[in-house]
């Protein structure tokens, strides 16, 4: 699977949008990007993932670039608990485990 | 949406004992489940992964007699910390990969259970 590479911290204002990038630039053509967070003490959550088109959820967007060398979670009205690290992972859907990198640590303040 | 389970959410034990800690899919049957282990402020890391009926593949560098893996069930892996030792303490999750009806086939994480050796 394919290596990730993400600012290791990040602050954001309650109520603006939290836009957390990643560097993915060794992607293969079957690599999905996926982004799970993980608020203190609890296990991992997943938020969204996505080929090479944009999607948008309930939590959040995920945008790709048409090279699908990088990509941006969004998240739109920040809020206190959205505070959390954000793991940005590429892997098959079929892909066999999940490997974890550092992640950003977001910081959402009031 | 789907469920996985940890029991217990946290265990303290005495050095030289051991220690199970269980996994449950409640949604969905899991072929495959995984465990991770994390120390404060680091990232997971995965030890094992295992597939139902089968013996567990360890990552390299994790002790296959010490995590004891078993996943005998679709809905059920154990892991066991045997003879633990305060190096062992750490925040141990599971993650099982399964399809829920009608839904995407993904994988799921537990909330994890805090393992304290004293």
């Known amino acids: 699977d394919a290596k990730t590479t993400q600012p290791p911290s990040m602050d954001c204002a309650e109520g603006r949008a939290a836009n957390l990038p990643c560097n993915h630039s060794t992607i293969s053509g079957n690599e999905y990007v996926y982004w799970y967070r993980q608020i203190h003490s609890q296990g991992p959550q997943y938020i969204i993932h996505?080929?090479?088109n944009n999607e948008t959820n309930e939590m959040a967007s995920l945008i790709i670039t048409e090279d699908r060398k990088s990509s941006t979670l969004i998240l739109p009205h920040a809020t206190l608990r959205d505070t959390a690290v954000y793991y940005c992972i590429v892997r098959n859907t079929g892909g066999f485990k999940t490997i974890f990198g550092a992640g950003t640590r977001l910081f959402v303040k009031a | 949406g789907a469920v996985v389970s940890q029991h217990p959410s946290w265990v303290i034990c005495k050095s030289g004992t051991s220690v199970k800690i269980e996994c449950r899919s409640l949604?969905?049957?899991?072929?495959?489940m995984f465990w991770y282990r994390q120390f404060p402020k680091q990232s997971l890391m995965l030890m094992a992964t295992s597939n139902e009926g089968s013996k567990a593949t360890y990552e390299q560098g994790v002790e296959k007699d010490k995590f004891l893996i078993n996943h005998a069930s679709l809905t059920l892996s154990t892991l066991t910390v045997t003879s633990a030792h305060p190096e062992d303490s750490s925040f141990y999750i599971c993650?099982?990969?399964?399809?829920?009806?009608?839904?995407?086939?993904?994988?799921?994480f537990g909330p994890g259970t805090r393992l304290t050796v004293t």
């Open positions: 993650s099982a990969r399964g399809e829920l009806a009608g839904g995407p086939y993904e994988q799921y």
């Open positions: 949604d969905f049957q899991a072929t495959t």
């Open positions: 996505g080929l090479k």
